[in-house]
């Protein structure tokens, strides 16, 4: 397995919850601004070591998701900000720019201290 990203998750805004139904996850380096922390995840200093690919597996603590599609501004975005969205509707297109799209599975609450990471075979 390859490592292609990994952070530690630092914080949970208040508003990471309401999003879930959404089928969405926002991540955010820590240093988000201000207005954006209450709806984001927010993470380490952030370790890209590759491009992201269809078919590559992120993981949020044990529980992984496949990966159905990627954004035009996904690797750069999550790069240089740490901020990209997880969409968990199984897309093979995405909606926008900054979407990473993930198979269509019911979301296991982040928590404060798990691992992010994609891996590829």
């Known amino acids: ?3 292609i990203y990994e952070t530690n998750v630092v914080e949970l805004g208040s508003m990471v919850d309401s999003f879930y139904e959404d089928q969405m996850i926002i991540l955010f380096s820590s240093y988000a601004p201000e207005e954006m922390k209450e ?5 380490e200093t952030n370790q890209l070591h590759k491009d992201i690919q269809v078919g590559d597996t992120l993981y949020i603590g044990e529980e992984s998701y496949d990966v159905t599609a ?3 501004a996904v690797n750069k975005n999550l790069d240089q900000l ?5 969409s968990f509707y199984g ?3 995405p909606e ?3 979407y990473l799209c993930l198979e269509n599975k019911k ?3 982040v928590q404060d201290g798990n ?3 994609i891996l590829r075979d």
Do not use: A, R
């Open 107 to 109: 979301i296991t609450p």
């Open 115 to 117: 691992k992010i990471k």
């Open 91 to 93: 897309k093979t297109e």
């Open 1 to 3: 397995m390859t490592v």
């Open 82 to 86: 740490g901020h990209i969205t997880l």
């Open 70 to 72: 990627v954004g035009s």
């Open 39 to 43: 709806y984001c995840v927010l993470h």
């Open 96 to 98: 926008l720019p900054g």
